[in-house]
């Protein structure tokens, strides 16, 4: 089965947001709503020995997904042909309890819809044998897509090349597949310190 997600090369971030701003633009998110958002994580340290890094923080598309294990409809599913966690917007009766159960925060509600959305890896240009647009607009060449069980898909290139810099977001037995990768000499890497509830993701369960 394919694992096909997001690898981030935080070495490389530099906060530049391109990937929020061609997220919304590429899947036409309405007004203070957002797919994928970059964190400040730090500065973590003593003075003068701080360091500080940018975190994108989007869909862990999770081998065990909670969003599709509480979701009553099957609206939030998990594609049979990509493996890949997604919501079908017919079936979602805005219950919201897919967004409960993610632990980083990363779905948002659509007012206008009232039903829930999340980034889909851009499904619409991966199926076409594009990249997700996020990673065609990342200015520093951070981002990588791929399957992960695919040795030469750029997703597993990337962790090849820093297999010392492998890290992801705390694990809460959901197993998250996005790979993000921080070398020591650029920052130490705090997996309980990312921010995640610094969103207003939450704020939408009581509208």
Known sequence: MSRYCIVVDLDKCIDCK????????????PLGERWNRVLTCGPYGTFPDLSLYYLPVMCQQCENAPCVKVCPTGASYR???????????????GCKYCMMACPYSVRSWNQTEKVVEKCTLCAQRT??????FCVYTCCGDARYYGDLDDPNSDASKAIAAK???????KDFGNKPATVYLLSDKYGQWHEDAQGWHDTNAFSALGE
Do not use: R
Not at 18 to 29: H, I, Q, R, T
Not at 79 to 88: A, G, H, I, K, Q
């Open 79 to 93: 594609d049979p042909d990509t493996n890949v966690v997604l919501v079908d917007k017919e079936k979602c009766i």
């Open 18 to 29: 391109a990937c929020e701003v061609g997220c919304k633009y590429e899947n036409d998110l």
């Open 163 to 169: 297999p010392d810099a492998v890290h992801s977001l």
């Open 127 to 132: 199926s076409a044998g594009e990249v997700p």
